[in-house]
């Protein structure tokens, strides 16, 4: 820098900066500070794709007679399957669930008592062992003589490894009808999905 009371070049005050130096200039001045590293970055992430949601539908395409009370309810096959958390055994008509998570059950039937009793038709949806209900559904018999639609739903946490079925909870026989023609024959349905988990 020029000091303009002296009229010639003087120095920053840092050690070796201080005349005398040779003409014309100071020599340079050193930084104040120390150069500092540049802070540390943090490490670039790559998004991942979210994971696809569990889900199933299963379906009745057969009407079923007298189905005895605490039988279950005999889905012929599953027409849907998303993801790898829920699997359908045609075997025990349960669906078993293979990854922990919050799971929403829906569920649809053509129901009718037989003629010669007054039970109320009722659906219950429960663990394969018959230990854990779920959930209940149903509709007074007189809405079911001549046949009726009976849906219902639920929703709970389960840990992988459970098996879930519907069971006839009437306490009495029912029967499940039939509506339309093939190929779309209806009898039930139901869906599972996967609301959350893992």
Do not use: H, K
Not at 101 to 109: E, H, I, K
Not at 144 to 149: D, E, F, H, I, P
Not at 154 to 180: E, H, K, Q, R, Y
Request: proline content about 14%; hydrophobic content about 45%; glycine content about 10%.
């Amino acid at each position: 820098m020029i000091d303009a009371s002296l009229g010639r070049a003087s120095c920053c005050g840092f050690p070796g900066c201080m005349p005398p130096f040779p003409p014309p200039f100071p020599p340079p001045c050193p930084p104040p500070f120390p150069p500092q590293p540049d802070p540390p970055q943090p490490a670039t992430t790559i998004p991942t794709a979210p994971s696809e949601p569990g889900g199933i539908q299963l379906r009745i395409a057969a009407a079923q007679t007298t189905l005895a009370n605490g039988a279950v309810i005999p889905f012929t096959s599953a027409v849907r399957q998303l993801g790898s958390g829920l699997r359908f055994d045609q075997g025990t008509g349960a669906v078993s669930v293979m990854e922990s998570g919050v799971y929403a059950f829906n569920w649809q039937m053509l129901v009718q008592i037989p003629t010669d009793d007054s039970a109320a038709p009722v659906i219950a949806l429960q663990s394969l062992d018959g230990q854990t209900v779920l959930g209940y559904s149903g509709i007074p018999a007189a809405a079911a003589v001549n046949g009726a639609l009976l849906s219902g739903t639920a929703v709970a946490f389960l840990p992988a490894g459970t098996m879930w079925v519907l069971v006839n909870a009437s306490g009495a026989p029912m029967d499940i009808l039939t509506a339309g023609s093939a190929p779309a024959v209806f009898a039930g349905s139901m869906s599972v999905t996967e609301i959350s988990g893992r």
